[in-house]
């Protein structure tokens, strides 16, 4: 069973989504929460699989218990995905920097949203390229140098992996685009993870375009 905690301070917008999520047979809602500091107490307490995160909430808001989260080593196993009607670029780039493995508007359909949860589970970041051209946007925005030397460690294949990571591909699309089994490109990625000190996938995207890795308008990699 994939255990999932429900955060937002709408007590129907909370019943609907358990309504939504029951509904499958491999997840399970585990606890419920109305604000941020409730979310760090029932990630503590109940360490569910992926912890659906809203953003504004009264008191501590949904980026900083993400934050809080993600800094406790005791939660490495959860798993935060944003959800939000809040479609800006400064909420996804915050999301995503914060550490959360995947973002979620509330307008998303039953179906996906619990293919959702069962992608961020498996390992991978919920990135579509929809979230990576916004992350572009906002490093863009944000006036912020490219730092290539934050990449001085990764071999020039493992830079090409990452490229592709960054467009939101999953090991299968990246060993096909590379021409490398699925297994040798999850090596790969887990290689990146360690050498860059990401939590998973989002932050691997963040760090390609905040090192100039990737640019506003260029192919991503040599797929």
């Known amino acids: 069973m994939i255990r999932v905690g ?129 992350v572009m946007t906002a490093v863009r925005a944000g006036g912020r140098e490219p730092d290539p030397a934050r990449l001085a460690s990764l071999t020039a294949r493992e830079r090409e992996v990452l490229a592709e990571v960054a467009a939101g591909r999953s090991n299968d699309e990246i060993g096909a685009v590379l021409h490398i089994s699925p297994a040798t490109a999850r090596t790969y990625v887990s290689r990146l993870l360690a050498k860059l000190h990401a939590r998973d996938r989002s932050q691997l995207v963040v760090a390609a375009y905040e090192s100039g890795l990737v640019r506003p308008g260029s192919p991503p990699g040599p797929g």
Do not use: C, W
């Open 6 to 134: 429900l955060v937002d301070d709408q007590h129907l917008v909370r019943a609907g989504l358990r309504a939504l999520l029951n509904r499958a047979p491999d997840i399970e809602v585990v606890g419920e929460a109305g604000d941020g500091d409730a979310a760090y107490r029932l990630a503590v307490t109940e360490r569910p699989d992926v912890l659906l995160m809203d953003v504004r909430m009264p008191g501590t808001d949904g980026i900083e218990a993400t934050r809080r989260i993600v800094a406790d080593e005791r939660l490495t196993g959860v798993r935060v995905v944003v959800l939000t009607t809040f479609d800006t670029d400064e909420y996804v780039f915050e999301a995503i920097r914060a550490g959360a493995s995947g973002f979620l508007l509330k307008d998303t359909g039953p179906d996906e949203l619990r293919g959702a949860v069962r992608i961020v589970r498996a390992g991978e970041a919920l990135l579509s390229p929809a979230v990576t051209r916004r």
